[in-house]
């Protein structure tokens, strides 16, 4: 219950705070502020939106009803992208794609044009640019679900309409797209709530949605009540893309509940065919991860070799890990209790709580942040009023100075990971051996732990992985609520690439994309996962 | 002869349990008194209640409403609540719900923390040796096929030495060939060891054959209670005589405590003049007769079925056909004329 109240309070306080704006403030938003942030956002999403479901579907769809070279590493090499976070791909593409950079030269000189002035690609720092980047990182989620649901449900149906004479190729149309329709719709809303939450590639590539105008609202013109009205604003949004997503389960699960699962059998290309096939997976693979990642290796080695590795990115390291080692700790804990309290006492309140302890991963950082800093500054400012009553010396800000805050911050966002993925792990234990345990004279803390820890260990221990992973990413949150010059990996590559200097920043990433990889190598491991 | 024996003390007494899930009631004001090493088997269509009372029974389910005593001590009552692991209660499960990341030995022993190591292990072994299961000791639950599951899941149940064993569908999970052979050897161990049992069956003839008492239920009531062939020979009701057997039903109209109907009359007290009844007629007490006596009728079907054989016969003034089982073989054929006649014993009025 206390959990679940954590995740409520940035919310609440949100409001709270959107509700102190002087009134004058409301005018000014309404006539500069907002109409433009959102209608990019609104281009932003629906571009994003597009581009996922089109990557995400095919792809999905090439794997599992094709067989040609390659498709077994591109089942998972097709997830790869997601290792790469989006202010990643922006910060690696923007020197990639420079106007006097390698790429755009070697067109040049293949073309015949000597000055960059003659001919040179569209700007990636444009609002096309921005929705292809974004789109490239953020398919996985569309492929992943998709995917899933064709593996699972599809086999029967398909070959029940070959029987009833649908060519192998118009099946995709006719059948299997209608069928994925849900798995599309929760692919595409998580795809679309990252896309909401990104604040560097929108900021790097001069796109103003919403997420950078909350930043700049609050840290240029440190106008909080503002930043919490767009804020506000951006919650409208994120309520709607649950709704779709919570919409669309739902009849994903009724569809779940009425087939057998049974894979379908590949059918093998041969000649142009499978080529075409390859050439189709490799493009968002090549684009969404080998080039950046390729890309970063090389800067790094230059900076390696060049420089050597500064202490200074060791520091970072130890800051990432230990700020997102407590608050995956924190994640986990709550996480059992939460899945484990809805498992045993089923009712109204607690998948109340399990409910609402989830909705801070739809909520984006930025958003959360703001919505914290608020009960966080009110705390500190209580306990060092009262330190300072009790020992006459002011002490500094308990929660924000220590990184508490952060930590908290990570919690209630990445909550619903762990939550999720440990129910889905206590929901392969048959309740009949909960009772069973108990009728052979354990109580409800021993069963527990003599059969539901030893049972969805790989499912706890994924979901820690997920959530540390997420955690060491996560970078619009981390740059509001971090205390002063307390600086993680991301927020350094954040800051490098603002300023336009490029000097280490390609170690971080490189580093942040490493450890990105891993989730991935989980999730394919998985295979069948349940997004 | 000493007075226990004419009245045993009652191990379980359930008094006014009632239990509703989201306003519909699946249990409704169920008193139950059972004695010791008594078994019973509850009996039911699926979703009359008789596993949420087995469940209300463990402990695993709350009661909204009654007590239940067990040796005279309240478990379950508006002020107090014994929470399962305190009851000392066996439960068989269904699905038997072993665990599958201990083996057999460690199932067993799960049962048993509140023994010393070394006790626990000898109960363990005694029971395991008791049941047979010595070769696959060291086994997990999924190499194991399902006969040899059951027979884990009882020795679990039975390892710390319940006072009572609650078994819900305990063979229902069998194949057919099996179930006979298991169920048999099961209860006999049981009655070897003065346990006592309170079994969920749907299986009508496991009702009648395996128990000392049969409670049948519906809609979350008790229907009628009694031994094997109370419930078989006397329904008290037509739900009772339609679960245990198959039936022929003619409808008639009653006269002077008399049934009217096309294949005769048949005694009915108690009921009121011009008052519509059905007669239930088993099919083995129809009998085809060659000679001049019953009623005319035309045979629609004759299936041998194995023992006996299934005749299906037409009556010129019933809408659909009755079905007559002999062991006698009637060498008759589809549109055959004969008479058929009724053994009144065992024919009811409902």
Redesign the interface.
Known sequence: MLIAALVCLPVLALLLIAFQGSAGLWPHMLANVLPAALKNTVILLAGVGMLVTLIGTTTAWMVTAYDFPGRRVFEWALLLPLAVPTYIIAYAYLDILHPVGAVQGALRSLLGYSSPREFRLPDIRSMGGCILLLGLVLYPYVYLTTRAMFLTQAANLVEVSRTLGTRRGSVFRRVALPLARPAIAVGASLALMEALNDIGASQFLGVRTLTPSIYSTWVNRSDMPGAAQIALAMLVIVVLLVLVERYARRNQRYAAAAQRPRAMSPARLRGWRAAGAFCLCLFPVALGFIAPAAYLCREAWKRVSFAGISPRIWGEIVNTVTVSAVATLLVLLSGLVLAYAARTYPGRSTSLAARASTLGYAVPGTVLAIGLLYPVGLFDRFWAGGVEWLIGAAPGLLLLGSGAALVLAYSVRFMAISTGGIEAGFSRIPPSLDHAGRMLGRSSMGVFRSVHLPLSKTAIASAGLLVFVDCMKELPATLLLRPLNFETLATHLYGEAARGTYEEAAIAALLIVLIGILPVVVLSRLGRVET | MNMENLHPPRHLEINGVSRSFGGVPALNDISLSVAHGELICLAGHSGCGKSTLL?VI???EMPDQGRILLDGCGISGPNNYV????R????M???Y?L???LNVLDNIL??L??LTRPAAQARCLEIVERLGLEHLSRRFPHMLSGGEQQRVALA??LA?QPQILLMDEPFSNLDRGLRDGIRTETISLLRELGTTVIMVTHDPEEALSAGDRVVLMRAGEIVQEGSGSDLYDRPANAYTAEFFSTFNKVQGACWNGFLETPLGRFAAPGFADGHTATLYVRPQCLRVNCGAEGVDCTVVDCALMGEIEQIQVSVAALPGPLKIRSAKRSRLRSGDVARISVTPEQVFVF
């Open positions: 469940r463990a402990g695993i929470e399962p692991e305190e000392n209660i066996g439960f499960f269904q699905d719900a665990f599958p990341h799960f049962g923390k509140r679990r149940a710390p």
